[in-house]
């Protein structure tokens, strides 16, 4: 296989993840950022950051796996870039969450009369 379009079957499959990702969590993040965030143009911008940064991740950890692994066969190539994808989206949600956690506050458990 050309390796132009392994490098370009590779990138799209991280960004068609990542699209997809994206597209379940954008209203349910837009809802938490409109809650913590002080104005709506805030909110705006941190999802943005979220976006790009969801985007880039994947992107850069399928293309750094890309240069180190070489694989003769391509499926291989493209299973570790899928791998790699998942792992960059793994650790851009992780992070994400972390983030959010310190604003997200858990109802206090009524203590027991008796």
Known sequence: M?????LFAESF???A???TVLQVLSR??????G????????????????????IIAPLLLVLTINIVAQFSD??????LALMAALG????????LGKRLGHFITTPQQPE???
């Open 2 to 6: 050309n390796s132009y379009i392994l």
């Open 17 to 19: 993840v990542s699209l």
């Open 74 to 79: 391509p499926m291989n190539s493209l299973r």
């Open 88 to 95: 960059g989206l793994l650790i851009g949600l992780h992070s």
């Open 28 to 33: 349910p993040l837009v809802n938490v950022l």
């Open 35 to 54: 809650r913590i965030c002080p104005d709506e143009e805030a909110a705006v911008f941190w999802l943005s950051y979220a976006k790009v940064m969801l």
């Open 13 to 15: 499959i991280s960004i």
């Open 112 to 114: 027991d009369a008796s």
